[in-house]
């Protein structure tokens, strides 16, 4: 009788869901998976040893290419890690809008990870659906950093700039009339907050219409139910952390269990899963970005009664203004001492964390008292969660793959770094 022996396969790394730099090889037994071995280091950024090399302040804009679809809370867990390294207290609006943009960010990836999700399983629409809203987003992201993907807003002690009064309008045509311009540019006549504010009444309507495409679609349910289940122990075990933690049943979120920021002002709720399999994940997601509007509602109201700075007025860590600069010697000198030295950061080591959207997103830092970091180390939400890949896909067939690696929501920018 003929020996019948399991045969390897390459899955990617050109394939959709693993993001054009993962390689899977795949041990199978017919279509169905007996082994599967993540094969990382197709993007390898080095990001922690770059930043042994770059000043504190340098260091800063690496964070937005690591998880390169939730940009500031990656932002966020490095200011807290060098704030707490200086002993620097925060203006307490800056706090409300690193929070606000925090939680815009977390809606911004799960439109990503829904829409990419959907289209890995075969549904289009919700696709082009999701990126119509991030489009909104993207742009108040712009209006505020001035640019669209890598924003580098929050800075140790604070924020870039406070929120600007005026939103950019539509004003090239492409074919368009005046009419069709000014029907696009009707919700941008305000501030940026304004604009913010239009977007959160209308979001919670465009995540019905998600769900009406999805929720109860028989092929969605037939792809996702029971597909890569892991129970409470196991995903505890296997280091899980955000919606991959809570889809297992686990309530852990660090903006309740370890709050930061202002996030102990916020009112909101942790969705959490049952049965901890892809369609519970997907419905952990769907009713974070729905607490996540909530969340920012809050931020705009307060933001609107309480202005204030928005960045510490110690110079020797944020810059003057340059109003200040060019009226004041010494003010002059902080300016020039600050961005060709930098900030001088105590001797000391210390670990933040954030509950970025894919997780716990941690920032571990050892400074030495100079101007740079000593030793950067990076805990990514993500890298877990690959490594778990084979336990999740075993006994599964090789369409299941797709959406299991759909399902954990994995940036390589954080994983390969």
């Known amino acids: 009788m003929a020996e019948i022996r399991n045969y390897t396969m390459n899955f990617g790394p050109q394939h959709p869901a693993a993001h054009g730099v993962l390689r899977l090889v795949l041990e199978l037994d017919g279509e169905v998976i007996v082994r599967a071995d993540p094969h990382i280091g197709l993007l390898h950024r080095g990001t ?64 990503l990870w829904l829409g990419a999700h959907a289209l890995d399983v075969g549904a289009m629409t919700p696709f082009l659906y999701c990126f119509r809203e991030r489009e909104d987003l993207m742009d108040v992201y712009e209006a505020v950093s001035g640019a669209r993907l890598h924003a580098a807003y929050f800075r140790p002690g604070g924020v870039y700039r406070d929120l600007p009064e005026k939103m950019p309008q539509y004003t090239v045509t492409h074919g368009r009339n005046a009419r069709e311009i000014e029907r696009m540019n009707a919700n941008r006549q305000g ?54 933690l809570r889809g297992s ?50 931020c705009i109201e307060w933001l609107r009664a309480n202005p204030g700075p928005v960045i510490t007025s110690n110079h020797k860590v944020a810059p003057p203004t340059r109003e200040e600069m060019k009226e004041n010697m010494e003010e002059l000198i902080h300016h020039f001492k600050l961005f060709s030295e930098g900030i001088h950061v105590p001797a000391g080591e210390v670990y933040a964390a954030v509950e970025a959207p894919k997780g716990e997103f941690g920032v571990y830092a050892i400074s030495d008292g100079a101007n740079k970091p000593y030793r950067l180390k990076l805990r990514p939400p993500d890298f877990p969660h690959l490594a778990a890949l084979d336990e999740m896909s075993r006994g599964h067939m090789i369409a299941d793959v797709v959406a299991i690696i759909a399902t954990q929501d994995i940036v390589f920018g954080s994983i390969d770094r």
């Open 249 to 298: 049943g686990v309530p852990w979120d660090l903006r309740k269990k370890q709050p930061y920021a202002v996030y102990d002002r916020m009112d909101f709720d942790i969705p959490v899963g049952l049965n901890g399999d892809c369609y519970d994940r997907y419905l952990v997601r769907v009713e974070e970005m729905r607490q996540a509007n909530r969340i920012v509602k809050q």
């Open 191 to 244: 501030s940026v907050l304004d604009f913010i504010d239009d977007f959160t009444r209308r979001f919670p309507g465009y995540v019905d219409d998600y769900e009406t495409l999805l929720t109860d679609n028989r092929i969605w349910k037939q792809r996702t139910v029971g597909i890569g289940a892991v129970s409470a122990e196991r995903a505890v075990a296997l280091g899980f952390t955000g919606a991959m």
């Open 48 to 111: 922690e040893k770059l930043a042994e090399h770059k000043t504190w302040i340098q260091s800063l804009p690496y964070m937005d290419r690591l998880d390169y679809v939730s940009i500031m809370p990656n932002e966020h867990a490095y200011c807290l890690a060098v704030e707490r390294l200086l002993g620097l207290d925060v203006p307490i609006r800056a706090q409300y809008i690193r929070v606000m943009f925090d939680e815009l960010s977390r809606i911004l990836n799960h439109l």
